[in-house]
């Protein structure tokens, strides 16, 4: 396991930069995931990793090493791609044992290392199959076994599981972090996935239009994100937003919907801001109680464990997340009370997060 | 069901009839090459009155039919195999490699296949001439390859654009050079479609006609394309001993197909990537 460094690293065609200046800093055994929207430059950032793409400026190190001219199987890295990018005709035992017979290992050391692999990816059935003969799910195990039988420094994952179906992709997901902490080896992993990232990372890169936008622990990102895109990006359902200002001890939306502040917010009277509360933080009650906001049930899309409602107080539009059941029914006026303690502010013009009063103070 | 039926017949009827229509022309042809001398015209039934082997046996010992064949083989194979490995180089670079001109390239290597070969044969006979190369087993070959490169070039790009490239990455990050990778992976994957471009490259060569009568007046340097022609003289046309002829050209060709079809397998690629 090796840390690996990214340092200033641009990308350019021509004169249309793509990545804007890149810094992230991956410790050694480490799982780190690149999140974002399509088109973000995450899995480019990844191919340049991996020196499958030219970086225009900047530095890329692995264990301490400069890469930026490295050829990719100098780099001393493996990778496994969306589409698996199996040898259609070598066999399972032939695809793992590619990069081992190009080392010239001896034919024993092969097969042991190809056996160990397979054992630990359940692939020890499937050695002389070609992929052709494999499902989904074995191809892409066969793509990590090809990857960890060469034991390398770091280990790239470039949205793995996005081609396979719902269940299978839960399964891959926890054997993929079971390996990690087998293995204890750096794994950085691309998904547009955002509950992939948040389930399997130790740090999340959070990207979009080639920049990052925020990195960190999973928790603190989702507690604390540092500006509108991240906080609608992570979590599902989305965190939901009202445009509005600050009014008094309050915020009033554009349409007239009133919500009281906690004190820490200070002095920000008159000022336009989005006020962000996530669905969990919502609570559902009588539309009788004084601090209420009244809402009317437009939607209701229950998944067994949770159920999610959608109501209008106004023209606003609200999701509300809850666990258990409540007899609740499509067109009936209810009560609406957010959780003081996890209100978030962003400023309307910068999107930037408004950090409280106290937090200001103790950064500070 | 009864029109089911009928279209069915009807279907059938059309594909026989076709497959009448194609075969025919060989099965006349054979009927030919197994008639006396002189006789073909008296042929009344849809075979020959009686079998006779020596326009055959004539071909090998009073024409040069054997040689023929040789230079036929040796120009066909040589032109077939450079034109591959040319055509192979430029369709992966073509495919692989984005650079600015690419798409023009490829254009004027198509507007050079438009030009009707009867166009160029004189401007290669003068160049020829001038490198002394007429009347040279090397001319013919390189005059074959100059009519199959263009779509050696295209096809060759076409089976590697199917190839996905991540293939290619996946073995570099495996421990492949780029040169590794195309030995390894886009090669092997590429062949049958590279083996369509020999067989297309064999085929045009072993038929070709003008070229070879143009760049070679000597008749021990005549391919088999040529040599049949010699058949035909002023004032009649030996029919006979030219289809005889003609099945031993044909035998080659049909044998080198007959090897390779068994290594045109389809779905290669299946099971590789998503």
Known sequence: ?364 | MRNLTLSKAVHRLILVATTICILFPIYWMLVLAFTKLGMSRSVEGFYPASLTFNNFTQLFTERPMLRWLLNSALVASISSALSLLIGTSAGYALSRLHFRGAGLIMILILVTQMMPPTAIVVPIYDLFRQLGMLNTIQGVTLGHISLVIPLAVWMTKGYFDSIPLDLENAARIDGCTRLAAFWHVALPLASPGLIVVFIYGFVTSWHEFLFARTLVSQQELWTGAVGLGSFRGEFFTLFEPQMAASVVFSVPVVLVFMFLQRRLISGGLAGGVR
Do not use: W
């Open chain 1, 1 to 364: 396991m090796a840390e690996v460094n990214i340092s200033n690293v641009r990308k350019a065609y021509g004169s249309l930069e793509i990545m804007h200046g890149i810094d992230i800093d991956v410790a050694a055994g480490e799982f780190v995931v690149l999140v974002g929207p399509s088109g973000c430059g995450k899995s480019t950032l990844l191919r340049m990793i991996a020196g499958l793409e030219d970086i225009s400026s900047g530095t890329i190190s692995i264990a301490g090493r400069v890469v930026n001219d490295l050829q990719p199987r100098d780099r001393d890295i493996a990778m496994v791609f969306q589409n698996y990018a199996l040898y259609p005709h070598m066999t399972v035992a032939e695809n793992m044992s590619f990069s081992l017979r190009l080392q010239r290992l001896g034919q024993e050391q092969i097969r042991e290392r190809v056996a160990r692999a397979a054992d630990i990816l359940d692939l020890s059935q499937l050695l002389e199959r070609y992929p052709r003969q494999l499902s989904g799910g074995q191809r892409q195990r066969v793509a990590m076994g090809r990857a960890i039988v060469r034991n390398p420094q770091v280990f790239l994952f470039d949205e793995p599981l996005s081609n396979l179906d719902a269940e299978l992709r839960v399964s891959m997901r926890a054997q993929i972090k079971e390996l990690h902490q087998r293995l204890g080896t750096t794994m950085i992993y691309v998904t547009h996935d955002q509950i992939e990232a948040m389930t399997m990372a130790d740090k999340i890169v959070v990207m979009r239009g080639g920049r990052i936008e925020q990195m960190g622990c999973p928790l603190d990102l989702y507690d604390n994100p540092a500006n509108r895109f991240v906080a609608g990006f992570l979590g599902s359902p989305a965190m939901n937003f009202l445009a509005g200002s600050v009014d008094g001890d309050g915020f009033t939306s554009k349409s007239g919907v009133k919500v009281a502040l906690p004190a820490n917010y200070g002095a920000m009277q008159g000022r336009q801001v989005l006020l962000g509360v996530r669905p969990e933080h919502i609570e559902i009650v009588s539309k009788d109680r004084p601090d209420a906001i009244v809402a009317n049930v437009a939607l209701i899309e229950p998944t067994g464990l949770d159920t999610l409602v959608v109501a209008r107080a106004g023209q606003e539009e609200v999701t509300v997340s809850y666990r258990g059941r409540m007899d609740v029914r499509v067109g009936e006026t209810v009560g609406l009370l957010r959780d003081p303690g996890h209100l978030h502010l962003f400023d309307q013009s910068t999107l930037a997060r408004i950090q409280p009063a106290d937090q200001q103070k103790s950064m500070a």
